[in-house]
Nanobody, 124 residues
Framework: VQLQASGGGLVQAGGSLRLSCAASGLTFSSYGMGWFRQAPGKEREFVAAISGSGGNTYYANSGKGRFTISRDNAKNTVYLQMNSVKPEDTTVYYC??????????????????WGQGTQVTVSS
C-alpha cells in the first residue's frame, strides 16, 4: 500500500490550498481516509476524515467551516481543501487509510497506512 500526499506549499494567511493523497495497493473505496497534522514535538492531530463511500465526513473543530475533505474513488484520491488558512495551520499534513470497522475516525491508532506528509506553511 502506498499513499502519496502532495499539494503542500507556502500560502499567505487567508488564502487557500488543496492537498491531495493518491492511494495504490488497496481497494480504495473500502477504506475511510483521514488527514492528520503534526508539529515538531507534538502529538499527531486529527484534521478531517471521510468514509469509504464519501457519504460521511468528520472534522476537528480547528478546521470546521474552513476545510473540506472529499474523495474521488475512481481516481483513488482523497483531497483536503483548505480555505481561510491561518499561520497556526503551519505544519506537516499526513493522509492515512483507516482500518475497516476500527472505531473512531479521529483516532490515529485506527489508521493502518500513512503517507509521507506534505508541508504546509502559512505566512502572516
Amino acid at each position: 500500500v502506498q499513499l502519496q500526499a502532495s499539494g503542500g506549499g507556502l500560502v499567505q494567511a487567508g488564502g487557500s490550498l488543496r492537498l491531495s493523497c493518491a492511494a495504490s495497493g488497496l481497494t480504495f473505496s473500502s477504506y475511510g481516509m483521514g488527514w492528520f497534522r503534526q508539529a515538531p514535538g507534538k502529538e499527531r492531530e486529527f484534521v478531517a476524515a471521510i468514509s469509504g463511500s464519501g457519504g460521511n465526513t468528520y472534522y476537528a473543530n480547528s478546521g470546521k467551516g474552513r476545510f473540506t475533505i472529499s474523495r474521488d474513488n475512481a481516481k483513488n484520491t482523497v483531497y483536503l481543501q483548505m480555505n481561510s488558512v491561518k499561520p497556526e495551520d503551519t505544519t506537516v499534513y499526513y493522509c492515512a487509510a483507516r482500518r475497516p470497522y476500527s472505531g473512531s475516525y479521529g483516532s490515529p491508532e485506527n489508521y493502518g497506512y500513512w503517507g509521507q506528509g506534505t508541508q504546509v506553511t502559512v505566512s502572516s
